[in-house]
């Protein structure tokens, strides 16, 4: 059964960091691109940074240089280092999987979806 667990979101103030997780279980990670995805209230859910098994990224425009993406095969997890957070990064983060490339996943969605885990960012 394939899974993908999401941890690490939580409060914290503008201009500080978070590290989010997305440890996949069910399927080799290193055989699927995975990336982070986000929805806030009322807005559409885009895709925010993906990483495929060659490690291509792909970033939003709105995240780059302040989110790096990178993944540890070994640990079948994916990382997500977000920096300099502002409060428009406030949102419900999901990882997802599919094998594709690190591009289309993120504008196109994956086949497997975590549950989620709520960033906000306020003082």
């Known amino acids: 059964q394939v899974q993908l667990v999401e941890s690490g979101g939580g409060l914290v103030q503008p201009g500080g960091s978070l590290r989010l997780s997305c440890a996949a279980s069910?399927?080799?990670?290193?055989?699927?691109?995975i990336g982070w995805f986000r929805q806030a209230p009322g807005k559409e859910r885009e895709g925010v940074s993906c990483?495929?098994?060659?490690?291509?990224?792909y970033y939003e425009d709105s995240v780059k240089g302040r989110f790096t993406i990178s993944r540890d095969n070994a640990k079948n997890t994916v990382y997500l280092q977000m920096n300099s957070l502002k409060p428009e990064d406030t949102a419900v983060y999901y990882c997802?999987?599919?094998?594709?490339?690190?591009?289309?996943?993120?504008?196109?969605?994956?086949?497997?979806w975590g549950q989620g885990t709520q960033v906000t960012v306020s003082s």
């Open positions: 990483i495929s098994r060659r490690d291509d990224t």
């Open positions: 997802a999987a599919e094998k594709s490339s690190s591009w289309y996943l993120c504008r196109r969605g994956g086949a497997y």
């Open positions: 069910g399927f080799t990670s290193d055989d699927y691109t």
